[in-house]
Each structure stands twice: as C-alpha cells, then as structure tokens.
C-alpha cells in the first residue's frame, strides 16, 4: 500500500466529532458477488485505490458502499468518491488493534461507567473486610452483606472474635457456602491477628498470605482496598473479560493478573480492579455475552463471528 495514490478516510473525516463507538462502516463488493469485511472499528484506516482497468460509473461506486453515519460525514465520503476515476474490488484496512490500544478503549469506556466504583463488601475497618473477603469465596458480596452485620454483632474485632467458638461463627454464617471452614479460618486468623499483631490486619503481602484462609486474591484486595496499595486482584469476572477483551490468554489466574499489571499502569490497578468486576456483573455477564454483545466487547471486536470460549478461574 505504501505510495500508492487513493484516498485516506481517517476516521476524522467519517466522523469529525470525538470518537463514537458506534459508528460503523459497510462494505460490499459489487463486482463478482465477492464480499469485504463487512464491519470495522471506526479507528481503522480504509483506502480507496484507483484502479487502471475498471472504471465504475459514480453510481456504481455509491452502491458499493453502505456509510452509517450522518449526513456531513457522508456526503464528504461521496465527494472523495466522485473525485477518485475508479473504485477497485478489494478494500484494505488497518489490522485488529493491538494489545496496548484496546487496553487504552477498556479503561476509557470504564472510566466513562464506572468513575468511582464503590467497595461491593460492606465493612468498618481492615479487619471487617478481611473477613468479608474469606467469606466471599464461592459467594456472592450480596449474600455476605446480607450475614456479617449479624456477625459484627457477635465480635467485630480480632480478639472478640477469636474468643467466640467455631460453632457460635458457624451458626451466623451458616447461610454462605463453605460455612463450616470459613468459620474454622475467621478464628483462627483472628487468633493470630490478636496474638502477633496486637489485634491489627498487617499491610503486608507475605504476612496476609500465611494468615489460614487468606489467598494471594484475598491478600490483594485488602491490600487495594483497605490500605489503597497498588494490587490487581483477578476474580471470576476479570479473568473471563481479560479473555474476552484479547487481554491475557487466560492461561491461569496468576498470568492473567500479570498481563493486566503489564498492560495498565500501577496508578489504575485499584480502580481498574473494581471497574471491571461492576462491568462482568452487569454487562459482560458469563451468559448474557459470548465476547459478541456487550458495548466494550463490541468495540475491540466488532468483526468477531464466534463466540468466546474463556478459561474458568
């Protein structure tokens, strides 16, 4: 393509305007029955090449071409059509976006969302969330909100709690999943927290990581949302839309967290981390979008044909 005349549509001259994620451009062969790619992002550059052997009347050319945008961008295209003698048969555009420029869209198109995501666990301190976060293994946060106001009420502190029973913890929690080794772990860590830490939830990594029922997942969201450190924590639903978005190979857990730190910067992963678990939960849902339908999904992939098969966390 390089030096070769014809004339660059950028998306500046289909659509002026800031970019819109729904501005599509059609495309169809006329000639042989042939078809082009049918969709592109707007972002893409298209080029229309003159071509020596075939001369196509105007009308030829506008029926060649299907323009969804508004009536200024289309008339500019129709004029750098009728300005070009001819309109060859194959059309070229850019290829897929790359890795970093649809990272830049998600976290735009979040931002735009979701500008100050709240924290889902409802908690007093560290420690009420720490706990909130053990219970929400194989739980909903709606399910946990419902039981620990209820178990604020039986200890609310590391020593308070590590002196109530296991049995006394399992009967308030009773309603989540894995009641009866959550219970086990709450006193456990509490014990510990009270003995070794003076009744309070370390700021470190390592040290919440040995605590009994504390994952490195656990660890990072306190981490990020207890004490504002940079931490990705990757659940159920950033893993499944870092599949679907072309982030991370879904490879395992532990390698999609590490695509995603690579890919934003250290200041976004906080924020970033809670955007898209509100976005998996109520856009890009394990069943309602296949890597097809959701707005983002539709944007970084707009000429997907086959759904999305995503690795399970």
Not at 173 to 189: D, F, S, T, V, Y
């Amino acid at each position: 393509m390089g030096g070769a005349p014809g004339v660059n549509l950028h998306r500046d001259l289909l659509d002026p305007g800031p970019r819109r994620s729904d501005t599509i451009v059609m495309c169809r062969a006329s000639q042989g029955g042939n078809r082009m790619p049918r969709r592109s992002n707007c972002s893409a550059f298209f080029w229309w090449q003159p071509s020596p052997r075939r001369r196509w009347p105007v009308s030829d050319r506008c029926d060649a071409l299907q323009h969804l945008v508004d009536a200024g961008a289309f008339a500019s295209l129709m004029r750098a059509l009728v300005d070009t003698p001819s309109l060859s048969t194959s059309i070229e555009r850019s290829g897929p976006m790359r890795k970093q420029e649809r990272a830049k869209i998600v976290a735009e198109r979040l931002q735009e969302l979701y500008p100050n995501p709240p924290i889902p666990l409802r908690h007093r301190d560290p420690f009420t969330l720490l706990v909130a976060v053990v219970l929400s293994a194989q739980c909903t946060d709606k399910m946990v909100n419902k039981v620990t106001p209820k178990l604020w009420e039986l200890a609310d502190n590391p020593c308070a709690m590590s002196r109530r029973s296991e049995a006394e913890i399992l009967e308030v929690i009773r309603p989540l999943g894995l009641a009866p080794r959550k219970a086990k772990a709450i006193r456990e860590l509490s014990r510990i927290l009270c003995e070794e830490y003076d009744g309070q939830v370390p700021a470190d990594m390592e040290a919440l990581e040995k605590l009994p029922g504390v994952g490195h997942k656990t660890a990072s969201v306190v981490m990020a949302q207890a004490f504002g450190k940079p931490a990705f924590p990757v659940d159920t639903h950033i893993h499944r839309l870092a599949q679907r978005w072309g982030l991370s190979s879904g490879k395992s857990v532990t390698q999609t967290e590490k695509d995603l730190k690579r890919l934003f910067p250290e200041s976004e992963w906080n924020r970033l981390h809670l955007q898209m678990i509100y976005y998996g939960r109520e856009h890009c849902t394990a069943r309602g979008c296949d890597g097809r339908r959701c707005p983002i999904c539709r944007e970084l992939y707009p000429q997907r044909r086959k759904p999305v098969v995503t690795r399970k966390a």
